[in-house]
């Protein structure tokens, strides 16, 4: 069994999206769900699917390192072998990054290296780009920095409803983030060992959901 945990930090939606097309499919779990706060709606998700969840809230640590360290710890003690950031919005330890270091992805709302950080759909529309989009990227220590596994284009009309741009965003999220756990979970991807910035395919695997 491949064991996923998800990281989220309120409505829970991409979590959600993996429960409904991964756990407990083709040899894949969701084995536990962690939060950055306790009024995290992902938390209720969680548990009405059955799945052990908790928060990890900064204020109940003396620092984000101890914070962290916990945190890796609970999901390790379940044999974690992936942790997915979805919708997790704090930034996590070089300690934690190096514990699951190839075992930490992340969704964002652009089609990065465009408009890192929080403030992604907002940048691409002050700048008047005609396309953004979704990735999909392993975790490093620099902010929505780390290899591209996969990614997916959007065209903003001219002018762009933000409200509108960002529910399209959701949607992809939602198809995007699943495939992208699914591809791990096969073996499919992989970090190419002599240019850590980029990432293998198999020839072999299926791009489709």
Do not use: C, K
Not at 32 to 48: D, K, T
Not at 134 to 153: A, C, K, N, S, Y
């Amino acid at each position: 069994m491949f064991r996923v945990a998800v990281l989220v930090s309120g409505e829970g939606t991409n979590l959600q999206a993996i429960l409904d097309r991964l756990h407990g499919r083709e040899g894949i779990e969701v084995a536990r769900v962690g939060a950055s706060r306790e009024s995290a709606r992902g938390l209720e998700r969680a548990r009405a699917a059955g799945i052990e969840a908790a928060a990890f809230e900064a204020a109940a640590y003396p620092d984000r390192e101890a914070r962290d360290r916990a945190l890796a710890d609970w999901l390790a003690g379940r044999g974690v072998d992936l942790v997915v950031l979805a919708g997790f919005m704090e930034l996590l330890s070089p300690a934690f990054v190096a514990r699951f270091r190839g075992r930490i992805v992340n969704v964002h709302p652009s089609l990065l290296p465009a408009f890192p950080g929080t403030r992604a759909i907002e940048q691409a529309i002050e700048y008047g780009v005609r396309v953004t989009g979704v990735t999909v990227h392993f975790v490093d220590e620099g902010v929505d920095t780390g290899p591209i596994v996969l990614q997916r284009p959007l065209e903003l009309p001219y002018p762009a409803d933000i409200a509108e741009v960002e529910e399209r965003v959701h949607e992809i999220e939602h198809e995007l983030l699943p495939q992208a756990v699914r591809m791990i979970a096969r073996g499919a991807v992989s970090i190419d060992p002599t240019n850590p910035r980029r990432v293998l395919v198999a020839e072999d695997h299926p791009w489709t959901p």
